[in-house]
């Protein structure tokens, strides 16, 4: 009888098998043609995959209602699955819940936005076939999860032309000086003409040669000054054909809400390295935060897809980049995209996830991935300054540089400041936190 009943429980598992390798290659054949129900039923069968794991190891659901992150979770927790497979299941989670949303252009969206779960979703398949059931992958999944298991995009650069920068002018410092030797011939000659007496019109001569001595030395510092501030100008002023973006804040998507203070400050380090490209305008955090304030949406959990667009528009930018990040058991997952503000589109979607201290190089890793999207070459001093780590800052500091500019948006300056010092005890070199100071201190 208790040979039945095992053999009952085989078979009865193994229809299961066959059930979520079915669900599995149902979910596949959607990603070219319907983005939409693809995120949706890569959560359904993840879903179900993890019920299939949970009732085999753990027993029955305490909950009929259990959520995917629940499960997940749970699993975790019990260590029935790696920390690993639990950043998939979350990136899987995080999309096919963006897809439940149904929007209304999500049928319009390029492999690239599906591309994230296309690839957790390989690599989890590969995963319970191969490790957790010690079998082999079901022939008709062999194609998809070899396609999508080490996922690469490949977007050529489009050479820009550059426009010559305005060469600084420098005929208004002759101007200046001939001015000044002017006036003081003028002082001469008054004197001259009122003054008969020699040593009179000599003392006044010295008197002109120092004034011209004079004028002379503040030409030259004025047209030293000038140049100075003209290739300062030059340095900074954007080349006229640069992409205009925005940086729109991520989502936090973690049950710990206390993450939620993190979106400002992985926003200003993207808005820091991006930056650097001279074909890339981007808009400053600052202007971001009046705009949400005029909005009223400064106090927003988050950024549909719809509102993420309408602020761009409004910072006249061309595109906007925005996305979600979440932290599981000591593991950060980061996916952004970039969405055309005009069409609405979504050109390029990338995702980073590693350990949660690594926060600095999974930011750096990030704007590497993210930036080929933006169709710009870059010169070799630029790439070279984006993965400068000279500036390198630990995660608990980068929660505190969050924090420190939470405190300014609602006008506790002095606050800010001492987190901010405190900030760069640390990171002296971190070139974010020492712009925020110098802002702060320079408007007190």
Same mark, same amino acid.
């Given at each position: 009888?208790?040979?039945?009943?095992?053999?009952?429980?085989?078979?009865?598992?193994?229809?299961?098998?066959?059930?979520?390798?079915?669900?599995?290659?149902?979910?596949?054949?959607?990603?070219?043609?319907?983005?939409?129900?693809?995120?949706?039923?890569?959560?359904?069968?993840?879903?179900?995959?993890?019920?299939?794991?949970?009732?085999?190891?753990?027993?029955?659901?305490?909950?009929?209602?259990?959520?995917?992150?629940?499960?997940?979770?749970?699993?975790?927790?019990?260590?029935?699955?790696?920390?690993?497979?639990?950043?998939?299941?979350?990136?899987?989670?995080?999309?096919?819940?963006?897809?439940?949303?149904?929007?209304?252009?999500?049928?319009?969206? !390029?492999?690239?936005?599906?591309?994230?779960?296309? !690839?957790?979703?390989?690599?989890?398949?590969?995963?319970?076939?191969?490790?957790?059931?010690?079998?082999?992958?079901?022939?008709?999944?062999?194609?998809?999860?070899?396609?999508?298991?080490?996922?690469?995009?490949?977007?050529?650069?489009?050479?820009?032309?550059?426009?010559?920068?305005?060469?600084?002018?420098?005929?208004?410092?002759?101007?200046?000086?001939?001015?000044?030797?002017?006036?003081?011939?003028?002082?001469?000659?008054?004197?001259?003409?009122?003054?008969?007496?020699?040593?009179?019109?000599?003392?006044?001569?010295?008197?002109?040669?120092?004034?011209?001595?004079?004028?002379?030395?503040?030409?030259?510092?004025?047209?030293? !000054?000038?140049?100075?501030?003209?290739?300062?100008?030059?340095?900074? !002023?954007?080349?006229?054909?640069?992409?205009?973006?925005?940086?729109?804040?991520?989502?936090?998507?973690?049950?710990?809400?206390?993450?939620?203070?993190?979106?400002?400050?992985?926003?200003?380090?993207?808005?820091?390295?991006?930056?650097?490209?001279?074909?890339?305008?981007?808009?400053?955090?600052?202007?971001?935060?009046?705009?949400?304030?005029?909005?009223?949406?400064?106090?927003?959990?988050?950024?549909?897809?719809?509102?993420?667009?309408?602020?761009?528009?409004?910072?006249?930018?061309?595109?906007?980049?925005?996305?979600?990040?979440?932290?599981?058991?000591?593991?950060?997952?980061?996916?952004?995209?970039?969405?055309?503000?005009?069409?609405?589109?979504?050109?390029?979607?990338?995702?980073?996830?590693?350990?949660?201290?690594?926060?600095?190089?999974?930011?750096?890793?990030?704007?590497?991935?993210?930036?080929?999207?933006?169709?710009?070459?870059?010169?070799?001093?630029?790439?070279?300054?984006?993965?400068?780590?000279?500036?390198?800052?630990?995660?608990?500091?980068?929660?505190?540089?969050?924090?420190?500019?939470?405190?300014?948006?609602?006008?506790?300056?002095?606050?800010?400041?001492?987190?901010?010092?405190?900030?760069?005890?640390?990171?002296?070199?971190?070139?974010?936190?020492?712009?925020?100071?110098?802002?702060?201190?320079?408007?007190?």
């Amino acid at each position: 009888m208790q040979e039945e009943n095992n053999q009952q429980k085989v078979e009865h598992l193994e229809a299961k098998v066959t059930h979520l390798s079915k669900m599995l290659v149902k979910s596949f054949g959607y990603a070219d043609q319907d983005p939409d129900t693809f995120l949706q039923n890569a959560r359904k069968t993840t879903e179900a995959i993890c019920k299939f794991i949970y009732s085999k190891e753990i027993g029955e659901l305490k909950n009929k209602k259990m959520m995917l992150n629940d499960l997940s979770r749970a699993l975790t927790q019990q260590k029935v699955i790696p920390n690993k497979i639990a950043i998939l299941i979350g990136t899987i989670q995080t999309y096919g819940n963006y897809g439940a949303h149904a929007q209304e252009d999500l049928s319009e969206a !390029t492999r690239e936005w599906i591309a994230p779960c296309q !690839t957790a979703l390989a690599n989890l398949t590969n995963w319970f076939f191969l490790e957790y059931l010690n079998g082999d992958v079901p022939q008709e999944l062999l194609t998809p999860v070899n396609d999508f298991k080490e996922h690469q995009t490949t977007s050529k650069a489009i050479p820009t032309n550059h426009s010559s920068k305005a060469q600084p002018k420098q005929n208004n410092t002759k101007y200046i000086l001939l001015g000044l030797i002017g006036i003081a011939i003028i002082v001469g000659t008054i004197f001259f003409f009122n003054n008969g007496n020699n040593e009179v019109v000599v003392q006044q001569q010295n008197t002109v040669n120092e004034k011209v001595d004079e004028a002379k030395e503040v030409s030259e510092n004025i047209e030293k !000054t000038s140049e100075e501030v003209i290739e300062k100008v030059n340095e900074v !002023t954007k080349d006229v054909n640069a992409k205009r973006i925005a940086i729109i804040y991520f989502d936090n998507s973690s049950d710990d809400k206390k993450l939620d203070q993190l979106k400002k400050g992985l926003a200003d380090m993207l808005i820091s390295d991006l930056s650097k490209v001279s074909m890339l305008d981007v808009v400053e955090r600052a202007r971001l935060e009046e705009i949400l304030k005029e909005q009223e949406l400064n106090n927003s959990a988050k950024f549909d897809h719809e509102t993420a667009t309408k602020i761009g528009k409004l910072l006249g930018a061309e595109h906007i980049m925005t996305g979600s990040f979440f932290e599981l058991m000591g593991r950060l997952r980061i996916d952004s995209r970039l969405i055309d503000v005009e069409t609405g589109k979504i050109i390029k979607s990338e995702g980073v996830d590693g350990p949660t201290g690594t926060f600095f190089d999974l930011e750096k890793s990030l704007v590497t991935k993210m930036v080929s999207g933006f169709e710009v070459e870059l010169k070799p001093e630029e790439k070279e300054a984006m993965e400068d780590k000279a500036e390198k800052i630990s995660y608990k500091s980068s929660l505190l540089f969050s924090e420190s500019l939470d405190l300014i948006d609602k006008g506790d300056d002095h606050k800010a400041i001492e987190k901010l010092e405190k900030v760069l005890e640390e990171n002296p070199d971190f070139l974010p936190a020492k712009k925020a100071l110098n802002q702060i201190k320079v408007a007190i």
